[in-house]
C-alpha cells in the first residue's frame, strides 16, 4: 500500500519568513496530493490540493509543488503569520481512492 | 459548499457503553465517508470506509464487531464503538466525499472526543 513521509515533524519561523514542508510517497499510481491544516483539537481543513497532471499550483501564500519522477511533494507557505501556526498533514490518494496521511509537521511562527 | 457535521463533538462515558457517532453532509451527497482515529499529537488513522448502501471496508486490524458502521443514506453515516473501553478512548474524525474515485477531496467532520472511564 500507499507510504507517505513528511519532514520535518516540527518547524520554526520568524514571522514574514517562509516554511517548507516536504512529502515523499511510494505509490506510482496516486495521483492526488492534498494538504489539510489542524489546529488543536479542530478538524483538519483542506488548505490546497494538488493532482498529478499539474507540477505546481499556487494560492495567494500557499504554493505546492510536486514532482512526479521522484515521488515527492511539497508545502510552500510565504510571508508567515501567527496564525499559520498549526499542524500540517500532507497526503496521498491510493488507487482506490483513499488517503495516506503523513506524520505531520507542528508549525510554530513566532513574532 | 462541503460541510460535514459530526455529532456528538464529545462524550464521557463508563465502560462497556456502547456510543454511537454520527457524520453528516449537509449540503451534498457523500457517495463515501471516512472514519478515522486520532491519537494525541499524532496522525489520522483511517479505520474503515463506508459506501452508501453497501458494507463498509475495514482497515487491517481493526475489529468490524468492535466499530459498527452504518452508512444508510447519502448523508449519514454512523460509528458505533461497542462495549467501549479505556483503550478505545481518542478522538474520532469523520470524512465525506462527493464522488467516487482518485482526485476528489475529502472534508472533514469536527470529531467527536471519546473517553471511557
Known amino acids: 500500500g500507499e507510504n507517505v513521509e513528511q519532514h520535518p515533524s516540527t518547524l520554526s519561523v520568524q514571522e514574514g519568513d517562509s516554511a517548507v514542508i516536504k512529502c515523499t510517497y511510494s505509490d506510482s499510481a496516486s495521483n492526488y496530493f492534498p494538504w489539510y491544516k489542524q489546529e488543536l483539537g479542530k478538524r483538519p481543513q483542506l488548505i490546497i490540493d494538488?493532482?498529478?497532471?499539474?507540477g505546481e499550483k499556487k494560492d495567494q501564500r500557499i504554493a505546492v509543488t510536486l514532482n512526479k519522477t521522484a515521488k515527492h511533494f511539497s508545502l510552500h507557505i510565504t510571508e508567515t503569520q501567527p496564525e499559520d501556526s498549526a499542524v500540517y498533514f500532507c497526503?496521498?490518494?491510493?488507487?482506490?481512492?483513499?488517503?495516506?496521511f503523513g506524520a505531520g509537521t507542528q508549525v510554530v511562527v513566532t513574532p | 459548499g462541503a460541510v460535514v457535521s459530526q455529532h456528538p463533538s464529545w462524550v464521557i462515558c463508563k465502560s462497556g457503553t456502547s456510543v454511537k457517532i454520527e457524520c453528516r453532509s449537509l449540503d451534498f451527497q457523500a457517495t463515501t465517508m471516512f472514519w478515522y482515529r486520532q491519537f494525541p499529537k499524532q496522525s489520522l488513522m483511517l479505520m474503515a470506509t463506508s459506501n452508501e448502501g453497501s458494507k463498509a471496508t475495514y482497515e487491517q486490524g481493526v475489529e468490524k464487531d468492535k466499530f459498527l458502521i452504518n452508512h444508510a443514506s447519502l448523508t449519514l453515516s454512523t460509528l458505533t464503538v461497542t462495549s467501549a473501553h479505556p483503550e478505545d478512548s481518542s478522538f474520532y474524525i469523520c470524512?465525506?466525499?462527493?464522488?467516487?474515485?482518485?482526485?476528489?477531496?475529502?472534508?472533514f467532520g469536527d470529531g467527536t472526543r471519546l473517553s471511557i472511564l
Open positions: 497526503a496521498a490518494s491510493d488507487s482506490w481512492g483513499k488517503l495516506q
Open positions: 470524512s465525506a466525499r462527493r464522488d467516487r474515485g482518485m482526485g476528489q477531496p475529502q472534508h
Open positions: 494538488i493532482r498529478s497532471n499539474v
